[in-house]
């Protein structure tokens, strides 16, 4: 099992290109989930799915982020334009059914200058 | 209401001392309670959860003790060692879903 694998690790780029963030769940896994992490206000929800549909979105924080996941290996989240203040952590995580535990990726440092 | 309050954010203890961590919620629908630990450069992994209709879980050095009517939960890191040394979160969620409400998280630090 290779864990909840995210790409890119880090990325820095300049305010008002667009940022793609690549995400590879654990195979069986019919959950998956984007968070944000700052110092300011850790952990944040920004969206998940379940069998491939977005169920909630409500944490999304503007309409410059959006999120895919065209098949149950492959999840995308995308910010266009990015702004500085999108500089966060973003993990990846995944988990199957029965409540099993949520397992998390290493998570994308983003860098907005 | 969906708020988990999580105290304190920061913690240093030498090393053999017990660890401990507190949690508040204030949503009486939640009904799983796990505790997340995270080092530097990684993704949280989930360490011990509890559900509300026992007081108290235990797995090796790690104790949750639940007080479902103060609306409190707490982790106890027993025998603390340096390699604890991390970011500790707890959260809530409802009806087993995954749609946790994390805590603002601890940085322990365990001194050798």
């Known amino acids: 099992d290779a864990g909840v694998i995210q790409s890119p690790r880090h990325e820095v780029t300049e305010m008002g290109q667009e940022v793609t963030l690549r995400c590879k769940p654990i195979?069986?896994?019919?959950?998956l989930f984007w968070y944000r992490q700052t110092m300011m206000r850790g952990l944040e929800l920004l969206i998940y799915?379940?069998?491939?549909?977005?169920?909630?979105d409500s944490g999304m924080p503007e309409d410059r982020f959006s999120a895919k996941m065209p098949n149950a290996s492959f999840s995308t989240l995308k910010i266009q334009p990015s702004e500085p203040r999108d500089s966060a952590v973003y993990f990846c995580?995944?988990?199957?059914?029965?409540?099993?535990?949520?397992?998390f990726g290493n998570g994308t440092r983003l860098t907005v200058t | 209401q969906q708020q988990v309050k999580q105290s304190p954010q920061s913690l240093i203890v030498q090393k053999g001392g017990i660890s401990i961590i507190n949690c508040a919620y204030e949503?009486?629908?939640?009904?799983?309670f796990p505790w997340y630990q995270q080092f530097p450069g990684k993704g949280p992994a989930l360490l011990i959860a509890i559900r509300p209709d026992v007081s108290e879980k235990k797995e090796g050095r790690f104790t949750i003790s639940f007080n479902k009517s103060a609306k409190q939960f707490s982790l106890h890191i027993m025998d603390s060692q340096p390699g604890d040394s991390a970011t500790y979160f707890c959260a809530a969620s409802i009806g087993g879903t995954y749609k946790y409400i994390f805590g603002t998280g601890t940085r322990l630090k365990v001194l050798a």
């Open positions: 799915f379940n069998n491939n549909v977005p169920i909630d």
């Open positions: 195979s069986g896994h019919n959950s």
């Open positions: 995580a995944s988990g199957g059914s029965g409540g099993s535990p949520l397992h």
């Open positions: 949503n009486t629908a939640f009904d799983y």
